[in-house]
């Protein structure tokens, strides 16, 4: 990256670390707190629950957390998310020392884990813009950097580290979190602060969170662009309900082959979000972002008609690359065209938007299958996203892309030529 300013780069550096050690740390607690809630009861509705509870902050109060956001300093809120999560994972190993945890306990830890993640995440949304001043190819760029590190660290290293510790008790991945909720808080803190337009505090946060709302569904682009990942989790989750009874059934993998097929899609998520500024470049981000979409698809349905497990691998390979690749293009273009003061409301909702969507896909995944076939699911995901494709494809067109870029443009060479003073709140 060669942003316009020293400050930047070191800024972003200190971001991207703070991230990478933070998914290191939720991939730890993704693997660990499942089995710790399995040493705990048997009852599958009782683990759903705590799997969950993480949700639930999105769907109860997304919109509104975006409002706060939006509001709030967002260095600070940050690194006070960030902190407050790892005194609640602190707190949460003592009670295993003590042996103390329970169900009610782990799904309250996983509730208020899951509301650090929405004001975290929204906050880093909205401040990234503000770092870069805006540009679209080092949003593109730092998004491409931070996807993948996310990649890495939840998808590869964070799952076989947690369950590892957790062999050493059931206290260490906690704490180990923990720590990295530490570390990514201090990091996060030695950013420099970035002013912002403040919106009215004398709107009500009910009004404030409608209005932005209310601009997503309005602008047709980003609307878009929200469409996207609500669209494609209802397709992935009614896939992902049956995945693992499609691999046994139908191509005969055991438990190990099934966690290697993951480990394909996680490698093509990775690749994606590699070439993804690559594909913006030669082809247009809205161009890119109706590729991905049809590739994505058409892998589904690839997937659907695997003959063997290398097929089935395969396609998920390229779904996962569609997927790495858009979650680079579609975030970089919104933070590069939404208004300073509202991109933690549109932030939230786009976010909200497919949270929503993913317990639809996997009600419609669970009786697809036991109405009709295993493969049902498949199939009926893969026609959704291309189906979809045509939609969103007259939504996200490079024409109105390259409008809504020029129509923001004035703001960010202001944005560029104001550097922001570095200091501490």
């Known amino acids: 990256m060669k942003p ?20 290191l740390g939720d991939g730890v607690t993704h693997a660990a707190l499942p089995l710790l809630a399995l040493t705990l009861t048997r009852d599958p509705m009782t683990l759903a629950a705590v799997t969950a509870a993480g949700t639930l902050p999105w769907l109860l109060f997304g919109v509104l957390g975006g409002a706060l956001v939006d509001r709030w300093d967002r260095r600070r809120t940050m690194w006070v998310t960030d902190a407050a999560r790892a005194v609640l994972l602190g707190a949460a190993a003592a009670a295993a020392v003590l042996d103390v945890l329970s169900i009610p306990l782990l799904a309250a830890v996983a509730f208020l884990l899951g509301v650090g993640g929405l004001f975290f995440d929204t906050a880093a949304t909205a401040y990234l813009p503000d770092l870069l001043h805006r540009d679209p190819a080092l949003l593109e760029r730092a998004n491409s950097r931070l996807r993948g590190a996310q990649t890495a660290m939840s998808g590869f290293a964070g799952p076989p580290a947690g369950s590892a510790l957790l062999t050493l008790g059931r206290a260490f991945p906690l704490l180990a979190d923990a720590v990295s909720f530490l570390v990514s808080a201090l990091l996060v803190r030695s950013l420099p602060a970035m002013p912002r337009p403040a919106p009215d505090v004398r709107e009500s946060l009910l009004r404030q969170a409608r209005a932005g709302a209310s ?82 698809g058409l892998a589904i349905l690839g997937l659907a008609a695997a003959p063997n497990a290398y097929v089935a691998g395969l396609a998920l390979a390229v779904c996962g690359a569609g997927m790495g690749a858009t979650m680079v293009l579609g975030p970089s273009l919104r ?21 929503c969507a993913a317990p639809v896909g996997a009600v419609l995944g669970g009786w697809l299958a036991t109405a009709y076939d295993v493969r049902a699911p498949l199939y009926a995901a893969g026609a959704l996203l291309l189906s979809m ?26 944005d560029a030529a104001r550097e922001p003073a570095a200091g501490r709140s």
């Not at 190990?256 to 979000?273: I, K, R, S, V, W």
């Not at 300073?340 to 909702?349: E, I, N, Q």
């Not at 494709?389 to 004035?410: G, H, I, K, Q, Y």
């Open 4 to 23: 316009q300013s020293g400050k930047s780069t070191a800024g972003f550096g200190r971001l991207w670390a703070a991230q990478t050690t933070s998914s």
């Open 215 to 296: 601009y997503v569904f309005r602008n047709r682009l980003l609307l878009g662009l929200a469409l996207r990942p609500a669209v494609g989790n209802i397709a992935f989750l009614a896939v992902e309900t049956v995945l693992a009874l499609f691999a046994h059934e139908r191509l005969g993998i055991d438990t190990y082959g099934f966690g290697l097929l993951l480990t394909a899609e996680a490698t093509g998520g990775l690749l994606g979000a590699g070439i993804a500024s690559f594909l913006g470049r030669r082809l247009g981000t809205g161009t890119a972002l109706t590729c991905t979409a049809a590739a994505e």
């Open 335 to 355: 933070q590069a065209i939404v208004p300073a003061h509202l991109m933690g409301r549109v932030a939230s909702t786009s976010r909200m938007l497919a949270m």
């Open 389 to 414: 494709t045509a939609v969103t494809a007259s939504m996200t067109t490079n024409r109105r892309v390259e409008a809504a870029l020029r129509a923001v443009a004035p703001d960010r060479r202001e």
